[in-house]
């Protein structure tokens, strides 16, 4: 038996899949913009919310 799948939706109802929270994920890993540490401790749809909130047209005023 398998599970259902997790559907989720950013702030432009876009669709997130699993594959996207890993790309976005190794795209932030990768930038020397960040000083990463401790990011053993974060999860996939951490690094899609910091994607979000750097997304300047998603600010709320």
């Known amino acids: ?7 989720l939706f950013d702030f432009d ?3 997130i899949t ?3 929270l ?5 795209i932030f890993r990768k930038k ?8 053993e401790n974060l ?5 899609a919310r910091m ?3 750097a997304d300047s047209k998603n ?3």
């Open 18 to 20: 699993q594959k996207s």
């Open 13 to 15: 109802g876009v669709i």
């Open 59 to 61: 600010k709320l005023k």
């Open 32 to 39: 020397k913009f960040y000083r990463w540490k401790s990011i």
């Open 22 to 26: 890993e790309y976005t994920a190794s």
């Open 43 to 47: 999860r996939l749809i951490d690094f």
């Open 51 to 53: 994607f979000e909130e």
């Open 1 to 7: 038996m398998s599970s259902q799948p997790i559907i």
